[in-house]
């Protein structure tokens, strides 16, 4: 069975910035890619960035520029640093592991941006 963890998420002004951790656990395939997404209030859950085992990366057009998403394998850890931060990121944060044919979600982490 695989858990997901995340950490990091709290409150911070506008301008501001926060790193996300996503500690993964149990039997993972090296053949996996991992993901954030969020969900802000009323909204759907919408993905932020995802990156593959081999380090590929995409991202939302929301975020291009201001958050960057990396791995590190070795610890089976998922990041998200998030610049910049503007008060529409405010949001649950999820991770997200994908090792075909199982998806696997983390609890969520809280976001809020607010002076």
């Known amino acids: 069975q695989v858990q997901l963890v995340e950490s990091g998420g709290g409150l911070v002004q506008p301008g501001g910035s926060l790193r996300l951790s996503c500690a993964a656990s149990g039997s993972i395939s090296s053949n996996n890619y991992m993901a954030w997404y969020r969900q802000a209030p009323g909204k759907q859950r919408e993905l932020v960035a995802q990156i593959t085992s081999g380090g590929n990366s995409n991202y939302a057009d929301s975020v291009k520029g201001r958050f960057t998403i990396s791995r590190d394998n070795a610890k089976n850890t998922l990041y998200l640093q998030m610049n910049s931060l503007k008060p529409e990121d405010t949001a649950v944060y999820y991770c997200?592991?994908?090792?075909?044919?199982?998806?696997?979600w983390g609890q969520g982490t809280q976001v809020t941006v607010s002076s």
């Open positions: 997200r592991l994908t090792t075909f044919p199982y998806i696997y």
